[in-house]
């Protein structure tokens, strides 16, 4: 706990030494993870207040005994209105610069926390905290390591369930009870298990659909272990494919891993993207419809992004997905995903479950 | 498949006919459940524009597929980055006046949307919109009910699991198995199972805490089931309770019955919270930290809040819960809460289990 406390502590006095960089006498966060991150409170709701000397957690009745147990060194105010709460608050601390996440902040919450308030400007510090998270330190990257230990293991456990008949929520319910039995807090996002055609959906929800001979079984699957995310995609066949799932399969096989392998410390993120990508060429380009990946943290999806259009750059202790995938709509779909710590001049992939093709009999 | 259109096209069909009401000749909506509820697409992202004589889709390339099956009527276009396709989409449609909310815009979005546009007004429509999914029809009545007998089937099959030295995790991985067993497509929410001193804690986690005699153990519990949420909360004694928990519990259960008793058609939902609150007095009032109640439906809170500063009226078909608690920091907490259903002059509980205090031994 003492560890943890000065963890955030640390965390908040590197946000208060750049204030004034930001041209800000405070800040307003809203964005819960970064609250989180910063302080250690795990509510669904608040806000967070940097000022350079002081700091203030402001919380609704549901979390003010949670608030003083979580975060012992920050003081808790409550609110029974949020936006009445920041506004008094930034009237008590008197702040005249207020910097803000504006991709945080509702239109209607801006607009009435302006009413409240007189000459006070809000300055948006979004970009400036992009990467507030990006950068993993040796904890977390344990962290992380064990959720990506848990959710590998609990596909593979999986294996010797996928049999002709069963269902796609049956086999999500069964992997999510070797994850939890496995040490998981929770899972990281809804579990997609979608076969067949339901495959080529890349945000499948699991359904009744049985598994049946031919199909591809895509898995994509996170869990939370101590806050810390894993995320995994393996597409399993069932019974013998055809000649073009096979290609299509190793195809993708090659995208991720022409991707992985170009992996390392100050290459563009949209580089890697293109690794992946060049790799389908006129043949399958069009059905590759995402972005190759995404960093991982707290949240599942956080910076950086690995697209044509992002503008990141990677770097050491960046931990981020490579996750291609080709979707033939109303046949099938295959997508391979692995979770990737970047070091200097190489990577180190977390998560555990081996890529080759694993065809289920 | 063709009512379940026919209900999406009357619905948005209302909407269309509200438009000049509002002032505006389009409507970009962003609330993901709110497109769920007028298209009946499921995915995690996107935008949908409302137009006099025209209807238009906006998902990422994760989502081509699943609208076009999910949404056969409404022509769906793809956008790379979704600010882009959402101000190219207003250009296209020649929309002028543009209603949107403002609650589920952020300020980001919106200047970023606004400097790629001209004269174009916005309108925030947020309020006109609030009860939008409050009046619940028949199908929808019949899926809620059905949610509500799968998460009180699961808590009452728990009630034989729940021994001493089972720890609050597994006691929930255990009700999950339940309810989806039992039919529940997913949670509404994390389960909270929260004993002793952690069930003072109204948004508890499920932790490695085992279960001791002498404890309240607190269970808030929702499913979905074909979208719909179930909501209810039971607090368990294990053991002998002493002479304060059983006159907290009994306290709080009138509060939850007055609450309940009031309910009908045309009263003003600040008069429930008021039913309830006023039987916590002195002694108790301090220690009930939130609201009464909320409404239920497509998200587990939606419209009406039952709360002292809620502006909402009850009115037959909505949909609410009535949870009152009382919290104890360090010692324990108790919450009884139920799904109800408004009815003109009366109401219908929908959530099975019964309210008496029971202990488990």
């Known amino acids: 706990m003492q560890a943890e406390n000065n963890l955030y502590q640390q965390r908040i006095s590197d946000i208060q ?45 549901r979390y003010t005994t949670q608030a003083a147990l979580e975060v012992p060194n920050i003081p808790a105010i409550e609110y029974k209105n949020k936006i009445e709460g920041i506004g008094q608050a930034i009237k008590d601390l008197g702040l005249k610069h207020i910097g803000f996440e504006a991709a945080c902040m509702s239109v209607d919450m801006y607009n009435q926390l302006i009413k409240l308030l007189d000459d006070e400007v809000f300055i948006n510090v979004s970009e400036d905290l992009r990467y507030l998270r990006a950068f ?27 049999k002709t008949g069963c269902t796609e929520r049956e086999l999500a319910l069964q992997l999510e009870i070797y994850a939890r039995r496995g040490g998981a807090d929770q899972l990281a ?40 995310c894993s995320d995994e995609t393996c597409t399993f066949a069932f019974g013998e494919l055809t000649d073009q799932q096979k290609n299509a399969y190793q195809t ?40 190759t990946g995404h960093g991982v943290g ?50 180190e992939i977390f998560t555990k479950m081996d890529k080759d093709l694993i065809i289920i009999n």
Chains 1, 2 share one sequence.
Request: aromatic letters at 6%; charged letters at 25%.
């Open 17 to 61: 030494r750049k204030l004034s960089d930001f041209k800000i006498n405070g800040l307003v966060l809203l964005n819960i993870i970064n609250i989180k991150y910063l302080s250690g409170f795990t509510g669904s709701d608040g806000a967070l207040i940097i000022c350079p000397d002081r700091l203030c957690l402001l919380v609704d009745g």
């Open 252 to 291: 993708v096989k090659q995208a991720h891993d022409d991707a992985i392998a170009a992996i390392r410390a100050d290459i563009a993120a949209s580089d890697i993207d293109n690794c992946a990508r060049s790799v389908f060429g006129e043949k399958y380009g069009h059905y590759f419809t995402h972005g």
């Open 136 to 162: 993993k330190n040796q904890t977390e990257i344990a962290l992380m390591k064990k959720a990506a230990i848990i959710s590998s293991a609990a596909i593979s456990a999986l294996i010797s369930d996928i």
């Open 189 to 228: 996002f809804e579990a997609i298990v979608a076969a067949g055609e339901n495959s080529a959906l890349p945000h499948a929800k699991p359904t009744d659909r049985k598994i049946k001979k031919g199909d591809f079984i895509v898995i994509d699957f996170g869990v939370k272990y101590k806050g810390y």
């Open 298 to 347: 707290l949240e599942v999806h956080e910076a950086p992004r690995l697209a044509p259009d992002s503008k990141d750059v990677l770097e050491e202790k960046m931990v981020v997905t490579v996750e291609p995938g080709i979707y033939i709509p109303g046949l099938w779909g295959v997508r391979i995903e692995d979770t990737i710590l970047v070091k200097e001049n190489s990577c």
